[in-house]
């Protein structure tokens, strides 16, 4: 090995044989006139020459070095005869993105100074070399299909955040995202791009033109005229948004798309390529002849059946081929336009890819010829090659050229030590390889050859009252009916191409999961494990940098070919182990989670900080799992996730922080599109953007062997000789059922982290498609019915209506063909399976993990986000083409989803407020649809109390809003008026999306209310807590509802214009809401179980009682008075603000006081009515206004009043008085009566509030004859409304028992001195 300035000379093997005096014959050489007919053969001159064998010179392995130079020369142009190409053109060679100095904002560069990525709001670059004449071409790869302007610029033109190239004179764009063309000005033109589109850059400057094509397919000229002359030289450049990436092919590698008579930028390598092609020649007439030594000739014969099988005759020739083939194939442009083609073409005949081993017998004869590093480079760069080339394919119908790239991929791979040298090295390191199991959706569906897949289309054309598709229409026309046939056809005509794709895919997939090639080392799958833990943690750590993940689009079709992948091998060891776990039945054991054989890099557990969990279980973890932990690591540990949280923050601490060292350490994804590492941060700010970060800290240390994911072998994952591997600690509770390979288990680990990750995510974001036609349909249905009903006489308005429909049925044209697309790839039956699998390994996984008592808190967070948000995705997103019902189990599957629902959203053992908030979430869906609320009640009955116990517990520091949605879910369909679907005033507007919980129809739970009723019938104790914070909650939000109404009107009345904080309504809104739902609970609690206020033996009855009619009435008063502040907000009818009406509150109002004014027994409505009509607040009118009935009297004698002192409310946040009528008010307002809503409100509930009014106007009329009045000095102090009733020892100070007994529920200070209450006594004033 020789050095030579500075870099090392890598020494060749050679294969030059001894002459024949040294070498026996016993080699197998064969004689020295075949051997020579055989080299001549092989090795065929270009020059004209002696063709007979007895004429030609003597060859032998001696002269052949010489012969080939010979003959490789031949053809070659003399340099100083070769064509001057590089005139019209400055610049180095190779030509690169300009790093140094010609770029603006803040951008990533690749490795190879070809690939960008925007990191700021507007960054630009140009390349290194200009053009001032000629005809010149360069292709740009669309890596993501955001704002991005590329074309040319010249040096003099000066760029920024905000102005890129085509925004300033002498530089001209193309901007496929909105479809338009720049030069300073900007017009429509060309089409509109997508991700793994190819844009090619045409300058003519000797014309002055310029032209862009896309994928091949020209656009047309886009500029003329363009200035040229002395001093004006154009240089390629782009300018790109934040996120968005491309990569350039000046020409380092054939242009996909070349254009007559315009060269690229950067000149092809033609010597070599002559050479190459050259010696590719030879090795084919190698690979095609045989030498028949007995009969001493040379035999034609098939290439494809051709074996390595050590004759030196052959080996040598090939040696010396090698020779200089060998080092060709280090370079990218070579290797793509030499090697990769041919071995295509091998594959060109059909067939499987077992069918043509001649590619395994060429990468067995580049492994035995080629030097190590030469075979390696050979190989990244032919990956590189097929990557590129699969990705920027366009799609045409029979999916052929993803086919060819991936049949070729498969046979690569099916190569043991090829496959473990690009597993192990380039596979995850360079290259972005999930793009393989990718499959792009085409934008341009004609392009893609839908409309001949798919020659009919069809869309839904019936809508049930809510604007949903009905799925099987009953009223659907033959016609109709053919169209959707056919459709559907089509559909499955797709749905088969795209399969074969999914299969060859999945056989990579299978091909990196062998377990069973050890003879070159270790297995593929361990190393693949290792590989995907690291790609895993790339990921997870950088969440809050988007350039540096992997795009979810990718991980969606990785995930579903992974699933498919890992079943199959998981299937295949249960074949050979009858007594294993089947696939159908897996789950993750709960010791992955806390024996360390498994990294989850700081990604949060239910029970928070894996280092707390360490610490303060670590009893638990020696008893149950006999894991030890050495006290110096906790501490260690502890530290180190003390000094991360305070690098961190607090908002990124879920995911945990990102996995570099280093500012200039970038992870492979951010590749982009598809090459090497990005090592080059540029940027024009004064401070980089990057920070950087402690490398993250190896796996905690147990008194196991415990090593670094890259350091792990097979015996630490699968185990042998009594070591579990990755079971190590099994817990007493957990099964010891045999799993034939344990590594699967950590590879569905992974699985079920990528869909938290992204994939999730993105199966949301594809359900626009179907919305979107969705939408057209009801658009193009609405417009056939306006033409229907259009007047003959109105033939312009006619004109315009067709017009739309046209425009419209087009759309859906489309639309249909790319949802049908969608529907294969993303949203078909066995996508749907996929995801039903992971949420049964999820919630079994739960389950058990669940039986580990403590230990449960080691299991990431994921695993439930992942159960949660794989069943709303079954049910949101794969509907309606799929039925979630034909899922095998469901049934069974729901009602074990809800055990874990109902289990965990209190669990005490879960900290995390984000994932309480979302089991609680989730909990409040799940009782809005009648098949899952039906699993709630499916569940084991004490489950049930317990989770209804943990809704009743009181609303105070915990997230009450979605509790009290559960409860109101639970009751809706059984309240007074309460069984619509849409307020009343809404029903004219159409929801936004009619799958929301909230727009259900009812399906109350009689079973869990019967719980409720007797859980608050028995506890006195938590019935009267429940109560009094489900009221302090009612009064708070109310009040902050009533202040909000009286700020926005304000805003309203302001003379100058102004807007209303959209947020501010949305709050607004949504106390408005809480109220409602609060009156709800009262409601459901008072018909439930009445006695809870109406039997004053129960400890705090009356209290409750009291409290609840002072809300009653000052609810009533705010919303009934004449030209209230209430009114005038509702008549402005703000967008944000659409749910505030007045039937929703007063209907539940009502509710409440027909059950204890009218349902009750005689005791008990004696009290509530006595207990009402004693508020100072009560006003009749209110309840006549429920009726529509005009007020008789608005003074003091429509209620008892305290004369002279203002309304009080309880203590606490009250409600202010309502603002004056604004002057010169609107016409008056219809008043708002029960009788409008005969729809809503049945005759039976009409008939009560009626005979609620006549008793209420007879007692409230008594009760004005028998009132007394009352001094001011004996009336309370806190409220004013009633007599001072009681004195607080030991200071006291007197006030009335309800207000003592209210403020005594949340506080034990006195009113005035602050002393501590130590007991209240009965008070009489003396006579």
């Known amino acids: 090995m020789s050095t030579k300035g500075g870099v090392t000379a890598l020494p060749r093997r050679n294969y030059r044989l001894a002459s024949d005096m040294d070498k026996p014959r016993s080699t197998g050489i064969v004689n020295e006139k075949l051997l020579s007919d055989y080299l001549h053969h092989v090795f065929p001159s270009t020059k004209p020459g002696p063709t007979v064998a007895s004429l030609r010179k003597p060859l032998g392995f001696q002269d052949l070095s010489s012969h080939l130079e010979k003959l490789l020369s031949e053809g070659e142009t003399p340099a ?181 008579g315009y060269l690229p930028l950067q000149d092809p390598p033609t010597a070599d390529l002559l050479k190459a092609h050259r010696l590719l020649g030879y090795i084919k007439n190698v690979l095609s002849t045989s030498i028949d030594a007995q009969e001493e000739k040379l035999l034609e014969k098939d290439s494809a059946v051709w074996r390595l099988q050590g004759d030196p005759t052959v080996l040598i020739t090939l040696a010396h081929i090698f020779n200089v083939f060998a080092p060709l194939m280090c370079k990218v442009y070579l290797v793509e336009d030499v090697l990769m083609n041919f071995l295509l073409g091998i594959l060109e005949g059909g067939g499987s890819v077992d069918e043509h081993p001649l590619i395994q017998q060429l990468l067995d004869l580049f492994w035995l010829l080629m030097e190590d590093h030469e075979v390696n480079e050979c190989l990244k760069q032919l990956m590189m090659s097929l990557l590129r080339a699969y990705r920027f394919s366009p799609i045409i119908p029979d999916l052929g050229f993803q086919i060819h790239y991936l049949r070729l991929t498969t046979a690569i791979l099916r190569h043991e030590k090829s496959r473990k040298y690009l597993l192990n090295n380039v596979l995850f390191d360079v290259l972005r390889s999930v793009v393989f199991f990718y499959i792009k959706t085409p934008l341009r569906v004609k392009e893609a050859g839908l409309e001949e897949l798919i020659p009919t289309t069809w869309w839904p054309t019936h809508f049930d009252k809510e604007g949903k598709d009905e799925r099987e229409p009953k009223d659907e026309s033959s016609d109709e009916r053919l169209r959707r046939r056919a459709y559907e056809r089509g559909c499955q005509r797709l749905k088969k191409r795209i399969e074969v794709v999914e299969d060859l895919q999945v056989q990579i997939l299978r091909l990196l999961l062998n377990n069973k090639d050890k003879n070159t080392g270790e297995a593929s799958r361990y190393i693949f494990l290792n590989k995907f833990r690291k790609f895993l943690q790339e990921n997870a750590s950088n969440r809050g940098h988007p350039t540096a993940l992997c795009p979810p689009e990718y991980m969606v079709c990785f995930l579903h070919r992974l699933i498919t992948a890992v079943r199959s091998s998981w299937d295949e060891g249960s074949r050979k182990s009858p007594s294993s776990l089947s696939s159908e039945d897996a789950y993750v054991p709960p010791q992955l989670f806390y024996n360390g054989k498994v990294d989850y890099f700081d990604l949060q557990r239910l029970g928070g900080l894996l280092s707390h969990l360490k610490k303060t279980l670590k009893d638990d973890l020696a008893t149950k799992a006999n894991i030890v932990i050495d006290p110096a690591e906790i501490q260690a540990t502890s530290m180190d996730d003390l000094d991360e949280d305070e690098e961190s923050g607090a908002t990124q601490r879920p995911f945990g922080a990102a996995a570099m060292g280093g500012a200039l350490a970038r992870p492979s994804w951010l590749s982009s599109p598809t090459l090497g590492r990005a090592n080059r941060f540029l940027s024009t700010a004064a401070v980089s953007l990057m920070t950087p970060r402690r490398p993250l800290s190896q796996p905690e240390k147990v008194k196991v062997r415990t090593l670094a994911v890259e350091q792990r072998t097979e015996e630490d994952i699968e185990g042998s000789h009594g070591n579990d591997g990755l079971l190590l600690g099994r817990p007493q509770e957990e099964p010891d059922q045999p799993i034939t390979d344990k590594s699967l288990l950590e590879i569905i680990d992974g699985i079920v982290m990528m869909y938290n990750l992204s994939v999730h995510q993105q199966l949301g974001k594809m359900v626009v498609v179907a919305d979107e036609v969705h939408e057209y349909a009801v658009a193009l249905k609405d417009t056939e019915e306006k033409i229907d009903r259009c007047p003959a006489r109105r033939a312009d308005i006619l004109d315009e209506l067709q017009k739309s429909q046209k425009v419209f049925a087009e759309k859906l044209n489309h639309l249909s063909r790319r949802l049908a697309w969608i529907n294969a790839t993303i949203y078909s039956k066995e996508k749907m399976l996929d995801v039903y699998w992971l949420l049964c390994v999820c919630i079994r996984t739960i389950e058990h993990a669940d039986n580990t008592a403590l230990l449960f808190a080691f299991t990431p967070e994921f695993y439930l986000s992942v159960a949660m948000n794989a069943y709303s995705a079954l049910k949101n997103y794969f509907s309606p083409a799929n039925s979630m019902d034909e899922l095998p189990g469901y049934e069974e599957t729901l009602t074990q989803l809800a055990a874990i629902l109902a289990k965990h959203f209190a669990d005490p053992r879960i900290v995390g407020t984000d994932i309480k908030d979302s089991l609680m979430q989730a909990l409040a869906s799940y009782v809005c649809y009648p098949q899952s609320l039906r699993a709630v009640e499916r569940i084991p009955e004490e489950q049930r109390v317990a989770m209804m116990r943990n809704l009743l517990a009181p609303y105070e520091q915990r997230p009450w809003a979605q509790t009290n949605w559960i409860l109101v879910r639970l009751w809706r369909g059984c309240g007074f008026g309460y069984r619509y679907t849409r307020l009343p005033h809404l029903l004219k507007t159409k929801p936004e999306d009619a799958n929301l919980p909230s727009l259900q129809k009812p399906c109350p739970s009689l079973l869990l209310q019967r719980h409720m009723a007797e859980l608050l019938s028995m506890d006195k104790d938590m019935a009267a807590s429940f109560l009094n914070s489900v009221l302090n909650q009612l009064n708070w939000a109310f009040s902050e509802f009533i202040g909000m109404i009286q700020e926005i009107q304000q805003a309203a009345e302001r003379p100058e214009r102004n807007f209303v904080d959209t947020r501010q309504l949305k709050v607004c809104a949504t106390c408005f809401d809480l109220s409602v739902s609060l009156l709800r609970v009262l409601e459901m609690t008072v018909t439930l179980v009445p006695e809870i206020f109406l039997d004053w033996t129960r400890p705090s009855a009356e209290l409750l009682l009291r409290r609840l009619a002072q809300l009653l009435n000052q609810v009533l008063n705010r919303v009934t008075a004449e030209k209230n502040l209430f009114d005038r907000v509702v008549n402005l009818r703000l967008p944000g603000l659409e749910s505030v009406d007045h039937y929703p509150i007063l209907v539940a109002v009502t509710g409440i006081l027909v059950r204890i004014l009218v349902d009750g027994d005689k005791q008990g409505t004696s009290r509530a009515s006595s207990v009402l009509l004693s508020d100072p607040c009560f006003q009749l009118h209110s309840i006549q206004h429920l009726l529509g009935e005009p007020a008789e009297s608005t003074g003091p004698s429509a209620g008892p009043t305290v004369a002279g002192r203002p309304a009080a409310g309880p203590p606490g946040p009250s409600v202010a008085p309502p603002a004056p009528p604004a002057a010169g008010s609107a016409s008056e307002r219809k008043h708002f009566s029960l009788h409008a809503y005969t729809d809503y409100i049945s005759l039976e509930e009409k008939q009560k509030v009626e005979e609620m009014l006549e008793f209420l106007t007879e007692e409230s009329k008594q009760a004005a004859a028998s009132t007394a009045p009352t001094s001011e000095e004996d009336l309370c102090p806190i409220c004013y409304a009633h007599s001072i009733s009681a004195v607080f020892r030991p200071c006291s100070h007197k006030s009335c028992k309800a207000c003592i007994n209210q403020h005594l529920m949340n506080n034990k200070d006195c009113f005035f001195c602050k002393a501590t209450i130590t007991g209240v006594e009965d008070y009489s004033k003396p006579s």
């Open 80 to 260: 100083e005869l070769k064509d001057p190409s590089a005139e019209g053109r400055l610049g180095p060679q190779p030509v690169v993105l300009d790093h140094t100095s010609g770029f603006e904002g803040l951008l990533f560069v690749d490795d190879d100074l070809l690939g960008v990525i925007g990191h700021s709001n507007f960054s630009s670059i140009r390349a290194t070399t200009c053009v001032f004449q000629g005809k010149w071409a360069y292709e740009v790869l669309i890596s993501s299909q955001g704002l991005m302007q590329i074309g040319w610029c010249t040096l003099s033109c000066r760029f920024n955040q905000e102005e890129g190239v085509g925004d300033t004179p002498d530089s001209y764009a193309y901007d496929g995202n909105r479809v338009r063309k720049w030069n300073v000005t900007t017009t429509n033109y060309g089409k509109s791009w997508a991700a793994g589109d190819i844009v090619s850059c045409l300058i003519d400057l000797d014309e002055g033109t310029i032209t862009f094509c896309l994928n091949g397919q020209s656009l047309g000229t886009a500029f003329s005229s363009i200035k040229t002359g002395p001093g004006v030289a154009y240089f390629p450049a782009i300018s790109l948004s934040f996120k968005e990436s491309v990569a350039f092919n000046f020409g380092s590698r054939p242009l996909r798309y070349p254009a007559d």
